[in-house]
C-alpha cells in the first residue's frame, strides 16, 4: 500500500492547480466497473485488463482536464468504451466465445447438459455479434445494469429515446434469431 | 411460447454473465504500477539533464534565467566570431594558390609568368602572414581577394586528354594507314573471299605453263624434224608464206610464258 500512497503524493504534487485529483481512489473506485464494461465487449479478461490500464493512462495524459469534467464516471467508461471498440477492430471476440460460454454453465449440470447449456450461450453470444452496430452495443452496455439511459446516452452519444428503442429493437432481434435458429 | 421462454432466459443468462464477471485479482496495483512506471519515464524524458536542479523553481523566475542566459552567450559569441570570422579564408590560402600553379595556360606564355609569379608571391605573403601574426593574417586576407579575382580572370582549359589504351592505338593505326586490305582482313567474310581469289589466281597461274608446254612440244616436234612431208605439206596449207619466222631464241618457254598474276579472270 505503500506504493499506492506514494503515487497518490505523486500525482497530487503534479497537479498543483487546487484540484488535488487521487488518480489511486480514482483507481480503486472504478477499475472494476471498467473491467466489466470493457469485457462485455471483448469478452476476454486479458485483453479487457490492458484496455482498463489504457485508459487510466488517458486520464493520466489528460490530468489538466480533470477539473473540467463534470461526471467522472461517465467520463471513464466513455474512454474505456472507447478504447474497447478500438481493441476490438483487432482482436475477434467471437474467438473467446467458447471459453466464456462454458464458464457461464454451471458445473452441477451432466456433462451432456453442460454440453447443450454452452453451446446454447454460444449461439445467444453468436446472434448478438450479428446484431446491427448500434443495437449491439446498447444491449451490451444495458447488460451492466449500473448506468442510467441518461448515463448511457451520454456514453454512445445518443438521446435517451434513440437508446430505449435501439434496446427494445435489439432484444426483439435477438429473441427472433434465436427462435429460428432453434427452429431451423 | 416455451421457445420464447428459452431465449429469453438464455438471452439473460448471457447478460448475466456479462454484468456479474469479476475482475482479475491485483488487477488495480498491476494497474497502478504501470501508471507509475509510465510517470517516470515520462518525468524523466521532460526534466532531462536539468531536471533536478529547476525542480521546484517557479516557472516565471525559470524562464527569466533561461532569456538571460541567452543574451549573456550572445554577447560572448561576437567577439568570438569577429576575431576567427576570416579563418576559413586563411585556410583557401594553400589550395588557392595550387589551384593557380595548376591551371597556369601553355598557350599564353605572358599569362604563365604572371601566374606563376603572382602565385609564388601569394605564397610567399601567407607563409609571411603565418609567421607574423595578426598583421600578417589581414595582408592574406587581401591577399587571398587578389588571389580569387585573378582565379576567376584566368582561362579555364579542358583536361588533357586521357592515354590511349592498346586497342584504341591498335585501331588507331589501322585507320591512320588507310591499307583497305588490312581493314578488310579485319571482316572475315572479305579475308574468306581474298584467300578464295588467291587460290584461284595460284591455279590459273600453274595451269597455264602445262598447256603452254604441251604446245610448246608439239612445235618443236614439228620445227626439230622437218621432213620433206612435212615443208611439203606447209607449202601446200601455206603455213610459212604468211607466218612470221619464229627463231630459235624466240621460242616460248614455260618461264617466259609467265605472265604476272592479274586480277582478271581468264576468258
Redesign the interface.
Same mark, same amino acid.
Given at each position: 500500500m505503500a506504493?499506492?500512497e506514494?503515487?497518490s503524493l505523486?500525482?497530487s504534487s503534479?497537479e498543483g492547480v487546487g484540484s488535488e485529483t487521487d488518480?489511486?481512489a480514482m483507481?480503486?473506485s472504478y477499475?472494476?466497473l471498467l473491467? %466489466?464494461v470493457v469485457?462485455?465487449v471483448l469478452?476476454n479478461?486479458a485483453e479487457a485488463?490492458d484496455v482498463?490500464?489504457d485508459a487510466?493512462?488517458r486520464v493520466?495524459e489528460h490530468r489538466r482536464r480533470l477539473p473540467e469534467v463534470r461526471e467522472t464516471r461517465v467520463w471513464l467508461i466513455r474512454i474505456a468504451w472507447n478504447l474497447a471498440l478500438d481493441r476490438r477492430r483487432r482482436i475477434k471476440p467471437e474467438q473467446f466465445d467458447e471459453g466464456?460460454a462454458e464458464?457461464?454453465v454451471s458445473r452441477e449440470l451432466p456433462a451432456d447438459q453442460a454440453l447443450n447449456e454452452a453451446r %446454447?450461450?454460444k449461439?445467444?453470444?453468436r446472434e448478438?455479434e450479428r446484431l446491427p452496430r448500434a443495437e449491439r452495443d446498447v444491449?451490451?452496455l444495458?447488460?451492466?445494469?449500473e448506468l442510467r439511459m441518461a448515463e448511457m446516452a451520454e456514453v454512445l452519444g445518443r438521446s435517451e429515446s434513440a437508446v430505449r428503442a435501439l434496446l427494445f429493437r435489439a432484444?426483439t432481434r435477438?429473441?427472433e434469431r434465436?427462435?429460428e435458429g432453434?427452429?431451423g | 411460447m416455451n421457445?420464447?421462454k428459452?431465449?429469453?432466459e438464455?438471452?439473460e443468462?448471457?447478460?448475466a454473465?456479462?454484468?456479474n464477471?469479476?475482475?482479475?485479482v491485483g488487477?488495480?496495483?498491476?494497474?497502478?504500477?504501470?501508471?507509475?512506471k509510465?510517470?517516470a519515464r515520462r518525468s524523466e524524458m521532460s526534466s532531462g539533464w536539468f531536471g533536478p536542479v529547476w525542480r521546484g523553481v517557479p516557472g516565471a523566475y525559470a524562464a527569466c534565467a533561461v532569456g538571460v542566459a541567452g543574451v549573456a552567450v550572445v554577447m560572448l559569441m561576437v567577439p568570438v566570431v569577429r576575431r576567427f570570422g576570416h579563418a576559413p579564408v586563411q585556410a583557401h590560402i594553400g589550395v588557392g594558390s595550387v589551384n593557380s600553379v595548376r591551371h597556369i595556360s601553355p598557350t599564353e606564355p605572358a599569362k604563365d609568368g604572371e601566374n606563376s609569379l603572382q602565385s609564388s608571391r601569394v605564397r610567399l605573403k601567407a607563409g609571411d602572414a603565418r609567421v607574423a601574426g595578426p598583421v600578417g593574417a589581414i595582408n592574406s586576407v587581401t591577399d587571398s581577394d587578389a588571389i580569387a579575382l585573378s582565379e576567376t580572370r584566368a582561362a579555364s582549359f579542358p583536361a588533357p586528354p586521357m592515354p590511349l589504351t592498346d586497342q584504341e592505338r591498335l585501331l588507331l593505326r589501322l585507320s591512320q594507314k588507310n591499307d583497305s586490305v588490312e581493314l578488310a582482313m579485319l571482316d572475315p567474310r572479305l579475308r574468306e573471299l581474298e584467300e578464295a581469289q588467291e587460290k584461284t589466281e595460284f591455279q590459273r597461274f600453274f595451269a597455264r605453263p602445262v598447256l603452254k608446254e604441251a604446245l610448246g612440244q608439239s612445235a618443236d616436234a614439228a620445227t626439230a624434224v622437218p621432213t620433206d612431208e612435212t615443208d611439203r605439206l606447209k607449202t601446200d596449207s601455206g603455213i610459212d608464206q604468211g607466218a612470221p619466222q619464229v627463231s630459235e631464241s624466240e621460242k616460248v618457254t614455260p618461264a617466259q610464258t609467265v605472265t604476272p598474276p592479274t586480277m582478271e579472270t581468264p576468258k
Amino acid at each position: 500500500m505503500a506504493l499506492v500512497e506514494g503515487w497518490s503524493l505523486a500525482l497530487s504534487s503534479m497537479e498543483g492547480v487546487g484540484s488535488e485529483t487521487d488518480l489511486t481512489a480514482m483507481v480503486e473506485s472504478y477499475s472494476s466497473l471498467l473491467f %466489466r464494461v470493457v469485457h462485455s465487449v471483448l469478452r476476454n479478461q486479458a485483453e479487457a485488463e490492458d484496455v482498463v490500464q489504457d485508459a487510466f493512462v488517458r486520464v493520466l495524459e489528460h490530468r489538466r482536464r480533470l477539473p473540467e469534467v463534470r461526471e467522472t464516471r461517465v467520463w471513464l467508461i466513455r474512454i474505456a468504451w472507447n478504447l474497447a471498440l478500438d481493441r476490438r477492430r483487432r482482436i475477434k471476440p467471437e474467438q473467446f466465445d467458447e471459453g466464456f460460454a462454458e464458464g457461464l454453465v454451471s458445473r452441477e449440470l451432466p456433462a451432456d447438459q453442460a454440453l447443450n447449456e454452452a453451446r %446454447r450461450m454460444k449461439a445467444v453470444l453468436r446472434e448478438m455479434e450479428r446484431l446491427p452496430r448500434a443495437e449491439r452495443d446498447v444491449l451490451t452496455l444495458a447488460a451492466i445494469e449500473e448506468l442510467r439511459m441518461a448515463e448511457m446516452a451520454e456514453v454512445l452519444g445518443r438521446s435517451e429515446s434513440a437508446v430505449r428503442a435501439l434496446l427494445f429493437r435489439a432484444r426483439t432481434r435477438l429473441r427472433e434469431r434465436l427462435e429460428e435458429g432453434r427452429r431451423g | 411460447m416455451n421457445s420464447m421462454k428459452n431465449s429469453d432466459e438464455a438471452i439473460e443468462k448471457v447478460l448475466a454473465g456479462l454484468r456479474n464477471v469479476e475482475a482479475p485479482v491485483g488487477m488495480e496495483r498491476r494497474v497502478l504500477d504501470g501508471l507509475e512506471k509510465r510517470a517516470a519515464r515520462r518525468s524523466e524524458m521532460s526534466s532531462g539533464w536539468f531536471g533536478p536542479v529547476w525542480r521546484g523553481v517557479p516557472g516565471a523566475y525559470a524562464a527569466c534565467a533561461v532569456g538571460v542566459a541567452g543574451v549573456a552567450v550572445v554577447m560572448l559569441m561576437v567577439p568570438v566570431v569577429r576575431r576567427f570570422g576570416h579563418a576559413p579564408v586563411q585556410a583557401h590560402i594553400g589550395v588557392g594558390s595550387v589551384n593557380s600553379v595548376r591551371h597556369i595556360s601553355p598557350t599564353e606564355p605572358a599569362k604563365d609568368g604572371e601566374n606563376s609569379l603572382q602565385s609564388s608571391r601569394v605564397r610567399l605573403k601567407a607563409g609571411d602572414a603565418r609567421v607574423a601574426g595578426p598583421v600578417g593574417a589581414i595582408n592574406s586576407v587581401t591577399d587571398s581577394d587578389a588571389i580569387a579575382l585573378s582565379e576567376t580572370r584566368a582561362a579555364s582549359f579542358p583536361a588533357p586528354p586521357m592515354p590511349l589504351t592498346d586497342q584504341e592505338r591498335l585501331l588507331l593505326r589501322l585507320s591512320q594507314k588507310n591499307d583497305s586490305v588490312e581493314l578488310a582482313m579485319l571482316d572475315p567474310r572479305l579475308r574468306e573471299l581474298e584467300e578464295a581469289q588467291e587460290k584461284t589466281e595460284f591455279q590459273r597461274f600453274f595451269a597455264r605453263p602445262v598447256l603452254k608446254e604441251a604446245l610448246g612440244q608439239s612445235a618443236d616436234a614439228a620445227t626439230a624434224v622437218p621432213t620433206d612431208e612435212t615443208d611439203r605439206l606447209k607449202t601446200d596449207s601455206g603455213i610459212d608464206q604468211g607466218a612470221p619466222q619464229v627463231s630459235e631464241s624466240e621460242k616460248v618457254t614455260p618461264a617466259q610464258t609467265v605472265t604476272p598474276p592479274t586480277m582478271e579472270t581468264p576468258k
